[in-house]
Nanobody, 115 residues
Framework: QVQLVESGGGLVQPGGSLRLSCAASTSIYSTNTMGWYRQAPGKQRELVAVSTSGGNINIANSVKGRFTISRDSAKNTVYLQMSSLKPEDTAVYYC?????????WGQGTQVTVSS
């Protein structure tokens, strides 16, 4: 069973930065889709940013220009660098991995943006 272990969440003031990490327990290849979703209280889970086959990036308009996704295949890890954080970025952030047709989710890490 593939496991995804997230880290890096926490409390940050508006305008601050955080970096989330997600390490997979299996080898990650460029053909695998890997990235991040988030779910705020009372809202549906939504895509934040994913790195798809061939290195293409799909990123939500709401975070474009503020968040950056990257991956280190040697470490089987994907990162989400978040800058200029806003209170509306507050959510549980979930790591996502798709290998062919199978999908895997991390346990989630809380990000709270508040003064």
């Amino acid at each position: 069973q593939v496991q995804l272990v997230e880290s890096g969440g926490g409390l940050v003031q508006p305008g601050g930065s955080l970096r989330l990490s997600c390490a997979a327990s299996t080898s990650i290849y460029s053909t695998n889709t890997m990235g991040w979703y988030r779910q705020a209280p009372g809202k549906q889970r939504e895509l934040v940013a994913v790195s798809t086959s061939g290195g293409n990036i799909n990123i939500a308009n709401s975070v474009k220009g503020r968040f950056t996704i990257s991956r280190d295949s040697a470490k089987n890890t994907v990162y989400l660098q978040m800058s200029s954080l806003k209170p509306e970025d507050t959510a549980v952030y979930y790591c996502y991995l798709r290998i062919i047709v199978r999908e895997y989710w991390g346990q989630g890490t809380q990000v709270t943006v508040s003064s």
